[in-house]
């Protein structure tokens, strides 16, 4: 089926593990908020700039080579960086407004990177540090790191932990795990989760109650998210589907460390929907 008869959860559930970070954004922006867009018009843009990027790859032999000049291209001759003077944008979570306005998030991004890698035949992947994301490309004898928000700069691991660092405040040991290949649903949970944090900063509740209809698509088998969900259909005046929703939460995590609050928070508005009676 044509992606733009596609839903996100009907993306969600027919690629399974094979889910694309970008398709799966593209399909979640026009659900939250931009009920105009054509996925199909973004990914044929993607497409133009894997054959333009093709031609800047091809005199070189080695994964290394293919992958920094795949960098080269994207990050520095075609112009798309880390927005660093707006880092809370929200368009910068948005793959077709990183594209248009050529500024964007760590993982936007790398999204981009990941897409384009794919699409010439890199063997490339996300790698999901603590606050901040990266690339990889496995080089010949080692893996190469890039960091597509710094210009797509080559990573030591000595930068790696740095900017580990410089995002978090983590003062301790490099943990090897941190570069360990991040699985695409959980890059789309990172960039839902960018949105969530954006959204509830700026107190705008029905554009953060459609993420995390999303995310609860995504990660049915969170219970958090029920939870969420529940709050935000509260805030915008749905009290019955609130009240279920928080009920819901009850009934699957019934020893979290706030059923007695979330408890509460359910049965005042029960009392207020039996009065409203």
């Known amino acids: ?4 008869a596609l839903s996100f959860a009907d993306e969600v559930r027919t690629a399974g593990e094979a889910l694309s970070p970008t398709r799966a954004n593209l399909l979640a922006a026009r659900d939250i ?6 996925p199909s018009t973004v990914l044929a843009e993607l497409d133009a ?6 031609s800047a790859i091809a005199a070189h032999s ?4 293919r992958g920094q000049a795949l960098a080269e291209y994207l990050f520095q001759t075609h112009g798309l960086h880390g927005n660093r003077e707006e880092y809370g944008d929200p368009r910068n979570s948005y793959i077709h407004e990183v594209l248009r306005r050529r500024l964007g998030l760590p993982i936007s991004l ?3 990177f990941l897409h384009i890698g794919a699409r010439l035949g890199l063997p490339v992947s996300g790698v999901g540090m603590p606050g901040h994301f990266i ?3 496995p080089a010949e004898g080692s893996a190469l790191y890039l960091d597509p928000f710094n210009g797509g700069q080559p990573l030591t691991r000595e930068a790696c932990a740095e900017l580990v660092q410089q995002a978090t405040g983590y003062h301790g040991g490099f943990d090897q795990r941190w570069l360990n290949p991040t699985r695409p649903h959980d890059i789309v949970a990172r960039m839902l989760g ?3 944090n954006t ?3 700026m107190e705008d509740w029905p554009v953060l109650l459609r993420v995390v209809e999303r995310l609860c698509e995504l990660q049915p088998e969170e219970p958090a998210h029920v939870r969420d969900l529940g709050t935000l259909l509260y805030r915008v005046g749905a009290l019955r589907r609130a009240a279920d929703r928080l009920g819901e939460y009850l009934a699957r995590a019934p020893r979290a460390a706030d059923v007695d609050q979330v408890r509460q928070s359910r049965d005042m508005l029960l009392d207020e929907l039996s009065r409203l009676n």
């Not at 080695?62 to 080579?65: A, I």
């Open 199 to 201: 959204y509830t900063q």
């Open 135 to 137: 690339v990889c490309v």
């Open 33 to 38: 908020a931009y009920a105009d867009l054509r």
């Open 62 to 65: 080695t994964l290394s080579g």
């Open 49 to 54: 700039l894997a054959t333009q990027a093709a």
């Open 194 to 196: 960018n949105l969530r």
């Open 1 to 4: 089926m044509a992606i733009d």
């Open 110 to 112: 790398s999204a981009i």
